[in-house]
């Protein structure tokens, strides 16, 4: 079947902006996860969904950016007023049921560039 | 607080040669370990992962990793190279006592020369 997608594969977009960036995960997983891959770094973690309920979002770095899962399927990244320290590949990721053992597949991420 | 790191940021290699990407990790709790693989312009894709027993893990691609607890490391090895390995490559952990998001090292560049 079908991985992770996420779209758009690139944004371009002016400091004080708003953007969102749209995450499929595969049919049927539960878990669905938010990273950011700033520039010569491994990913960091943003937020966590179980079903349509942020599980964990002790990752988001300040109240610009919000997460929702409405339907516990697709999911959306919000970023308010955006900052140029917000230039980074946003990757999405989901497990079938979020237990720890179990693998997270990423989807190719969204190249989000802040002028 | 936990970390994971990864020794060298760059290991070049000629094709047909080992290789090892080494990674120590510190957790006061134990851990899931894991190695992802990211080729250009693609998603991470999972290498291997270590949850209990064995302590040497083989994964895809001819790639294994031994887990060492009284090292903390988990090193990544391959003992024969080909071009197509060449990418980069992320050790992480997931805290057993803690919630499920990976925590990543900085990553390790490989590149394979012919």
């Known amino acids: 079947g079908a991985g992770v997608s996420q779209t758009p594969s690139n944004k371009v977009t002016e400091k004080g902006k708003y953007v969102e960036l749209r995450c499929d995960p595969i049919?049927?997983?539960?878990?669905l996860y938010w990273y950011r891959q700033s520039l010569g770094q491994g990913p960091e973690f943003l937020i966590y969904f179980q079903g349509t309920g942020a599980a964990d979002d002790s990752g988001l770095p300040n109240d610009r950016f919000f997460a929702v899962r409405p339907e516990g399927s697709v999911s959306t990244l919000k970023i308010q007023r955006t900052e140029r320290g917000d230039s980074a590949v946003y990757l999405c990721?989901?497990?079938?049921?979020?237990?720890?053992?179990?693998?997270?597949?990423f989807g190719p991420g969204t190249r989000l560039l802040v002028l | 607080a936990q970390s994971v790191t990864q020794l060298d940021s760059q290991v070049p290699v000629f094709e047909e040669a080992p290789v090892e990407l080494r990674c120590n990790y510190s957790?006061?709790?134990?851990?899931?370990l894991f190695w992802y693989v990211q080729y250009p312009n693609q998603g991470l894709q999972l290498l291997l992962k270590y949850l209990s027993g064995s302590t040497l893990v083989k994964g895809i691609n001819g790639f294994e990793a031994e887990f060492n607890k009284s090292q903390t490391s988990f090193h990544l090895r391959k003992p024969s190279v080909h071009i197509s390995d060449t990418a980069e490559y992320f050790c992480?952990?997931?805290?057993?006592?803690?919630?499920?998001?990976?925590?990543f090292g900085k990553g390790t560049t490989l590149s394979v020369s012919s």
């Open positions: 990721a989901s497990s079938l049921t979020g237990t720890r053992s179990e693998t997270q597949y």
């Open positions: 957790s006061s709790v134990s851990v899931y």
């Open positions: 992480a952990v997931i805290l057993n006592q803690a919630g499920t998001a990976l925590i």
């Open positions: 049919s049927g997983h539960t878990a």
